[in-house]
């Protein structure tokens, strides 16, 4: 991994756990003292972060944090789950191969197993975010479609959108294992769906499943103060 490519990585990261407030101003010289690099890197970090939405440049060119409004998250949230219907229908027409029926399979058993624990842990939760991002992952690789994928990849570097992003906060509420059992019994329908054939039933699966994540991103906004402490990122987040 190059210089640059690290830079970037680390400048994304301290980003999304909340490290600037919304609207502060990225300095180029302060970042690049913090990261251990020139300027030339941190400044070339600072222009794709613009291009995937995460700061934006002022009139006079220096770059700021970017805020989000709550519709600008649901609607990238919307979009992930209108590329990964598309995504679906593709695999389902395609047919499902020995090895990703077998992938998928797996996906699907380790979250039977790690949701048949009561109450979950943080580790389960851990667990879990992992198996998803898997499923999504192994499903979006099958479909084939490389302008697909990157359109994929370059909307899951906004805030929230990635597939385990809005996963329900441990420990806030009573129903968080009911929606991830909900979330999880859409995987095997899902699933079902794609062995069938039925491109159109699959489409529509996955494109409804991102409706969990718009109802956790709306239970944080609603309990801003607990859900800081283990979603930071939720700060970029301004209004309701």
Known sequence: MSLQETVLIQLRDL??????????????????????????????????????????????????????TPREVADAIAVRGHLEGMAARLVAEHGVSRQLQADLQACLDEGDSVLAANPLTYESYAAYAAMNDRFHAVVLEACGNRALQRAVTLNDKLPFAPASAML????????????????????????????????????????????????????????????ERVLPAIRLVVGR
Do not use: C
């Open 15 to 68: 980003i999304l756990r909340g490290e600037f407030e919304p609207g502060q101003r990225l300095a180029e010289q302060q970042l690049a003292e913090r990261l251990g690099a020139s300027r030339t890197p941190v400044r070339a970090a600072l222009v794709t972060l613009e291009q995937e939405g995460l700061v934006e440049a002022n009139e006079t060119g220096k770059f700021l944090v970017r805020q989000f």
């Open 168 to 227: 329900p906060m441990q420990g806030t509420v009573t129903l968080d294992r009911d929606w991830m059992l909900y979330a999880h019994r859409q995987h095997h329908m899902l699933f079902a769906a794609l062995k069938a054939g039925e491109g159109a039933r699959a489409q529509a699966l996955a494109t409804e499943h991102v409706e969990v994540a718009q109802m956790n991103m709306r239970m944080a906004l609603e309990r801003r103060a607990e859900t």
